[in-house]
């Protein structure tokens, strides 16, 4: 519940901080108004951390670089031409904008830059009212022309103004009201989540870029399956990531299998309590949710209904895989992004496979070269794929793991498994098998590393000796 009192002292104390304060006695010095808009005022009302100090005022670009210039290390205007300068001020990075006036064409997100001449305009064209509170300062003075503390009150996301109009305005708002449900733990107004909805395809005008930006961020939230949920719910999701929502598959009277779709959720969220309980002071792995997120995409195309009422999903790692590369490059993912989440996903069945049977060396070895450096984040996404109600099978299946872990540790120490070589190289392979560099040299060096993944260290004369016949029985 927000602590009114609280926060009103929190206000103060933010206005009173040395770089705020700095600003504020160089603005009014020179005879314009300076507020603090945006996620510091929501936050310092809430008791959260503040970040990313942004600041907008009735001075112009010119007149901002003027005023900052004599109380800032250093200063940047790159952003002039929306009418934001930059500058580091006490040790710390300020934005500070001209009140804005835009106007939108409807046909791209991109604005028709205007100044505008008053605060409460300025805070009435952003995209909710918890994020349209403005504390002037030096006097430390709330202006809140939208009714933004009320709804933080009541744990709300709406708009300033009709959701129609400020999603036709920026439809990438849409994505931030999903990415906000899940940073604050709000509700969404049942008229912003009507319009979303309604307005989903207009999210065409918006850069994948753009896009992939803010999925990112919802990921990189403690709660992310909130802000899903937001998305399949409205359709919203179906316009950039539609493989998600298609995990909902329909339920056949004869044949049963688990809600993939729910159960994708719940691998998000224990993926997320093993990567903070493996590694506390990490940020969040994006891949690594995204990887839970979509480990299953290729479930829907690869089911199958059996006789009897089983349903099979055979090779819907290996699809899922592939599907799931395609779309993180649509939404321009990096290499090593798409890389890492879709080797995991390919492998995220590897060990129950293994796990089916008597555990040996080599199987142990060839699960650690396939997951490459992948294999921490690959720990984490098969335990947590681990949703079953059968708490024997659960107990069985997590034991079943720790016992692989532990043999990893184990054969690492003995045999540095991270930097397993064949015991002969490409030249000496060459050399032995009068042979020019080629792909004949390649299938030699699989066949030795096969050989030194299944036997263990067989030393040089052993290997040239197993190479010499290898080679004999290919004629």
Known sequence: MLNMAAGIARLGELAASPVISTLARAFAEAGFDLSIVGGPVRDALLGRDTHDLDFTTNATPDQILSIVRPISSTHWDIGRAFGTIGARVQGEQVEITTYRADEY?????????????????????????????????????????????????????RTPIDPAVSFGDDPLRMLRAARFASQLGFDIADDTRD?????????????????????????????????????????????????????????????????????SLTVLEQAIGHEKARFPDRGADIPLRLASLLHDIGKPRTRKLEPGGAVTFHHHDAVGARMAR??????????????????LIELHLRFFGYAEGAWTDSAVRRYVRDAGDQLERLHILTRADVTTRNKRKARMLA???????ARIVTLREQEEIDSIRPEVDGNRIQELLGVKPGPVVGQAYRFLLDLRLDEG???????????????AEQG
Not at 233 to 247: D, M, Q, R, Y
Not at 457 to 471: D, F, K, N, S, T
């Open 105 to 157: 064409d409807g046909t791209t997100r991109k604005p028709t830059v205007a100044f505008g001449d008053s605060l409460e305009a300025d805070l009435v064209r952003r995209d909710f009212t918890v994020n349209a509170m403005a504390l002037k300062v030096p006097e430390a003075k709330l202006i809140d022309p939208t009714g933004g503390v009320e709804d933080l009150l009541a744990g709300i996301l």
């Open 457 to 471: 260290v067989l030393g040089q004369e052993e290997a040239e000796r197993r190479l010499l016949a290898w080679w």
């Open 399 to 405: 034991s079943a793991y720790d016992d692989i872990e």
């Open 326 to 343: 395609k779309r993180l490059q649509a939404l321009r993912f990096d290499g090593d992004t798409i890389n890492a989440v879709t080797t």
């Open 195 to 263: 319009a979303i909805a309604q307005l989903r395809g207009t999210l065409s005008i918006v850069s994948p870029e753009r896009i992939q930006g803010e999925l990112t961020r919802l990921l990189g939230t403690d709660d992310p399956v909130r802000g899903i949920r937001v998305l399949v719910e409205t359709g919203l999701i179906e316009e950039f990531l539609p493989e998600v929502s298609a995990l909902r598959l329909e339920v056949d009277e004869h044949h049963h299998h688990k809600d993939v779709y729910e159960h």
